[in-house]
Structures are given as structure tokens and as C-alpha cells.
């Protein structure tokens, strides 16, 4: 199935280091012929690669301004993290005030929104209806990740629509109430910390439609907020409190749940091992388990500009002086689920059909059995086994291995030595030494040329793993 991606790749910068398939989480990056190739099925938009890149090849895409020229009345809809991007002196509404003065009509903040997914949580645990251990929504790439690598999850995932879906749609319904103007010539536009809320609004699983039009990255946005906010008047916009605001570090939605047992994981690398032990049972004693892809939560989030740690006091000072959050009242349970049924993705499938896929299992171990196990990445797969698996789907040749082809360079060069050596004397060799020295020198050739060309890398194919 095809499935949008904000995560991209640009070839022309991308110098074929390896490093950026270290650090994949589901292991969807290759690196052949010196250049990077994402695997799009298996992508989950985390922004990881955008992080670790030193040459700045993976981008988001994210939109520009000018969409802000497509509606009447637009309204902004920034996430908490933006706050933690200016000084902690910054008050939230003086950034709210200032989104007012660079294009946008109106402000709808999404840590109101996620006050509401708080007190839904809250009213949910203490009927017991939700699953155990239960896993937050609120992270796309988090959820993505689950469908992809830990299917047994999904049932664990709290169905309710993340806040900015939330945020978007009470925003929507204030702004037809207060302009009369239909849904088309309404503009509702996330300020984005991650890539992975613009593939959320593009590409939902939750959702058969967003109710966001579109996404502006925070980086976007800062410098023109920073122009402004020295002069610009607060025009008390400001509504949500030290719980909604605090949801844009580690921890903030845990607190809003009033629990005491729960766990906080932050950074993919370290969300993955939690994830593991909880599919294999190891941590049915918690009650609610919140991850964020992003190190610290969302002020560590790639499309930032501040530092997170600098980011993360911003917002314990910001949250702190804006209070307690203003009172809920009820919660329709109805307004905030997920309007789709969460199923698991097949990118890591290696065959529809169950017994081929048990073969190719067995195939992959034995194929990674004749590997050094050393993972090193020079063959521009991430593991000895993602080499494997590709060398079994035909996207590769066992010989991409270095350390193979090393070896196998090597015996071929000895035995070509001994047929040489036996001959000293100046006898002539049979024509079966002739035959063998022939097949010998061509196999040397060809590995040559394999190595030349970049190695064995079926694109093609790859384009519709």
C-alpha cells in the first residue's frame, strides 16, 4: 500500500557514510553505490536519519507559508514544543499574540487539546477499560513503529486521536461558529517539531480524513516570530495550563494521568528494548506506558531549533507560570477515538504465503550463519542479518560483504598460485588446470566488476519492498 512519507532523501548531498542505517529503527535505509536508498514501506518518519546526517542528505518536507494563501481565515495551531524554542521569560500567550501578527487569523493551542486527551485518559483508567499495559497515541512514529516491528501491540495502543487532531478539530468548529465561512476556505495549520505529524496529517492511520490542512515546521517559523515578539502585545490567547503545556517534554503526558505507575521512554533507539520486554510480557505490572521517538519528547524533535535540554527548562518554567489548567468539565468518548482500526504493516513480511516465509526464514539464517557477525555497515546494510534477509529477497549479493568477498578473492588468488607453483619446472599444465585457471581469473573478474559497480543492488525490486 502506498504510504506518504515527509522523510526524503537528497541524493546529490548524500556521500554514502553508512551512518544514518546505524541508527534506523526499522532498519529501512540501505547504502549502495555510495548512495543512501529509503525503503519506504518500512519508514516511520521518526527524523531520525534527519538528525544523525552530517551532510544534511534527508530532509522533511514540510509546507511553506504561501499555504496560508489558500484559505480565508487561518488558524495556527502550535504544538507545545514551540514555546521551549524562546527564552523562558517568553510567555506563551506573548508567542501566541505574535503567530497573529505573522499571517494567521487565529490561535488554537494544542495543549488545550491535550488537557481534554488527559482528562479522557484519566476518566478511562478509572473505569478500567483500557488496555494494560496501556501505550500512549500521542507519538505517530511511536504507533508507526508498533504496526511495523511489534504487531502484538497494537491492541495495547489507546485509541484517541492525538492532540493536534483534537486541537484541529475544536478549532474548526469555533472558527465556522465565528466567520460563517465553510470548511474549504478554513486554513487549519499545525506548527510542526517533527516530520512524523506531517505524515500523520497526510498519510493518518487514525483518521479517514485530518482535519489539519497542512504543517509548518517550528524552524519555519521561528524567525519569524523572533522578529516580532519584542514589540508584540499579548492578547490574552492563552488557555491551557502547566499539564497541557508540559506534554512537549518526557513525562508531561504521565502527569496528566494522575498514575503512579507508569513508564517514560524517550529516543527511539531506547523505545525499542521497552517495547521488546512488553511483547514478551515482561512489563505487564505497568499501567501506562508513554513513549516519544524524540529525545526529551517533543522539544527534541528534528524540525526545532533550540537546543532540547535549553528547550526542556523553557518549558518547566513556562508550564510552571502559566498554572493549574483550567477544569474539563465532561468528555464524549465518542469526539476523540480513532476513527480506523490500527492493523499491522506487512513491510517486514517475507513471503503472504506463511510456508514461504518459514523458508526464507531458515534460508536468512543460514545465510547469516557465513557472515562475520560483526555488523559493521560497510556492506550498507546495518546489520549482518538485514544482509542476509536482502541477499534472500534478491536485493543483494552475499559478496556486498567485504569480509566475503575478501575471502573468497583470497582463495581464489591461492588457488590460481598453486596451479602456477605446480608448474615451476616448466611442465606444462593439463587442460583441465587450463579450464580451472580460466573459470578461476573470470570469477576474479567478476568480482572486480561487482565491486566497481557499486554492488548488487536491485532498486527496481526494492522500490516495492
Excluded at 513556562?318 to 476513527?339: H, L, N, T, Y
Aim: with cysteine; hydrophobic share 40%.
Amino acid at each position: 500500500m502506498a504510504y506518504y512519507h515527509s522523510v526524503t532523501l537528497d541524493r546529490e548531498r548524500c556521500r554514502g557514510c553508512t551512518n544514518c542505517i546505524q541508527h534506523c529503527p526499522t532498519e529501512a535505509i540501505r547504502v549502495r553505490g555510495g548512495k543512501a536508498k529509503i525503503i519506504k514501506d518500512r519508514c516511520i518518519d521518526c527524523g531520525e536519519c534527519i538528525r544523525v546526517c552530517s551532510s544534511r542528505a534527508k530532509r522533511a518536507v514540510t509546507d511553506s507559508f504561501d499555504i496560508l494563501k489558500n484559505y480565508k481565515y487561518n488558524i495556527a495551531l502550535p504544538a507545545p514544543a514551540l514555546y521551549g524554542q524562546f527564552g523562558s521569560d517568553i510567555t506563551a500567550d506573548k508567542i501566541l499574540s505574535g503567530l497573529t501578527e505573522i499571517g494567521f487569523d487565529d490561535v488554537f493551542e494544542v495543549a488545550r487539546a491535550a488537557e481534554y486527551i488527559s482528562a479522557l485518559t484519566r476518566k478511562m483508567l478509572d473505569e478500567g477499560s483500557l488496555p494494560k499495559p496501556a501505550i500512549s497515541s500521542a507519538c505517530p512514529a511511536v504507533v508507526r513503529l508498533i504496526t511495523v516491528r511489534f504487531p502484538s501491540l497494537i491492541n495495547n495502543i489507546v485509541n484517541f486521536l492525538e492532540p493536534m487532531e483534537v486541537a484541529a478539530r475544536m478549532a474548526r468548529k469555533k472558527a465556522r461558529e465565528k466567520t460563517g465561512l465553510p470548511d474549504e476556505e478554513i486554513g487549519v495549520i499545525f506548527i510542526t517539531p517533527c516530520p512524523a505529524k506531517m505524515t500523520s496529517i497526510k498519510a493518518s492511520i487514525a483518521v479517514n480524513k485530518s482535519a489539519v490542512n497542512g504543517a509548518i515546521s517550528v524552524n519555519d517559523v521561528y524567525l519569524r516570530l523572533l522578529g516580532v515578539l519584542k514589540n508584540v502585545k499579548p492578547k490574552n490567547l492563552a488557555k491551557a495550563g502547566f499539564e497541557g503545556i508540559s506534554w512537549a517534554r518526557r513525562g508531561g503526558e504521565s502527569y496528566g494521568t494522575r498514575l503512579q505507575n507508569y513508564i517514560v521512554v524517550d529516543g527511539i533507539q531506547n523505545v525499542i528494548p521497552i517495547l521488546s520486554a512488553m511483547e514478551n510480557e515482561k512489563l505487564n505490572d505497568v499501567r501506562f506506558a508513554e513513549f516519544s521517538a524524540c529525545p526529551l519528547g517533543c522539544v527534541g524533535g528534528a524540525l526545532n531549533v533550540a537546543n532540547s535540554y535549553v528547550s526542556l527548562n523553557n518549558i518547566k518554567n513556562i508550564a510552571d507560570r502559566a498554572g493549574k489548567s483550567k477544569p474539563i468539565g465532561d468528555v464524549k468518548d465518542k469526539d476523540f477515538m480513532f476513527e480506523k482500526q490500527l492493523g499491522a504493516s506487512s513491510a517486514m513480511n517475507l513471503d503472504k504465503d506463511l510456508t514461504a516465509a518459514m523458508k526464507k526464514m531458515e534460508e536468512i539464517e543460514k545465510v547469516c550463519e557465513t557472515m562475520p557477525q560483526l555488523d559493521c555497515g560497510a556492506c550498507g546494510a546495518p546489520s549482518c542479518k538485514a544482509l542476509a534477509e536482502d541477499v534472500v529477497r534478491g536485493y543483494a549479493d552475499a559478496y556486498d560483504c567485504i569480509f566475503i568477498m575478501r575471502e573468497h578473492v583470497r582463495n581464489i588468488t591461492n588457488e590460481l598460485y598453486e596451479i602456477a607453483e605446480s608448474h615451476k619446472d616448466g611442465s606444462g599444465m593439463t587442460s583441465d588446470e587450463i579450464a580451472r585457471a580460466k573459470e578461476l581469473s573470470k570469477k576474479l573478474l567478476e568480482l572486480e566488476q561487482h565491486q566497481q559497480s557499486g554492488y548488487n543492488f536491485n532498486i527496481a525490486e526494492m522500490e516495492r519492498y
